[in-house]
């Protein structure tokens, strides 16, 4: 299903500085060390206001690789999708699409990306202005049009068929994974370290974001993080990374249940990542066992 990934997009509020999280108490959106916050692009990627970077950026990378490393970013990538399109061979669902009855329209390729929740459109606008001649491109106006909706209209017939065709194509490949890191891993990956979590910890933000969409409205990822934070200290604030995460399993639970169309199954978060953070396996290490829509994975 869709991560059931489809997003609304939002401004993405304003992240708190490093050295907030990591000197001085503080709340999201608030500022750290006497200097404004560092303000999050559209999808939640950092936009450095100095050409040498922010404070975070430096911390960032004096940071352990975490979940970014490339065997943790591959064990990430197949346990997304076994929640996503329900197989570990990410790499098999490029050309995946299908209408889940979710209301967003068609979901489709390695993340779940919707018509009707923007992101769909904005990896089609991107791979164009790279590819101007690839075989989505004249779909672009209707894609335009049923953003936002669940609709087809200018899209039957023909799209389903188009978009199975172009996912043959390696440059598409590329795109959907440029799309992918860009939009919900990177940004995903980041905040949790500045929150001082763990790899599990990275799994459980990124699996949230792409669910839920990095926005800001109700139950969008930055929202139930707020929520989350009001609660319970991130790790980086002093508290306990298992209570910080069981607390945001509730509340990234809930959202789930909240969506309601399209069947609700609360698997990957009752049976995937609260087993991991059950086992105390915080690190994420292998091999790895979870269960989603009474299918059972594994990963070694």
Known sequence: ??????????????????????FT???PGGQGLGGPAASAGPHGGQESGAAGGTEEDELVEELPPGLAAPAKKELAQKIVASAVNSTTDWRATYGTIRD?????????GILGFCTGTHDLLELVERYTEDHPGNGLARYLPALRA???TDSHEGLDPGFTQAWRAEAEVEAFQDAQEAERDRAYFGPAVRLAKLDGLGDLGQLVY????????????ANGFYELRERVMADADTPAEGG???????????VHREAVVARGRGGVDTGRVDTMLRR?????????????????????????
């Open 276 to 300: 991991f953070l059950a086992d105390g396996n915080l690190g994420l290490d292998t091999p790895l066992e979870w269960e989603i829509g009474g299918r059972t994975y594994r990963a070694e």
């Open 240 to 250: 306990s990374e298992p209570a910080y995460l069981d607390a945001f399993l509730d």
């Open 1 to 22: 299903m869709k991560r059931a990934g489809c997003l609304l997009l939002a401004i993405v509020p304003v992240v708190v500085t490093a050295g907030a999280y990591f």
């Open 146 to 148: 049923v953003d936002g």
């Open 100 to 108: 889940t009855g979710d209301g967003r329209g068609y979901t489709a």
């Open 206 to 217: 990124y699996d949230a974001m792409v669910l839920h969409g990095p926005g800001t409205e």
């Open 25 to 27: 108490p503080a709340h």
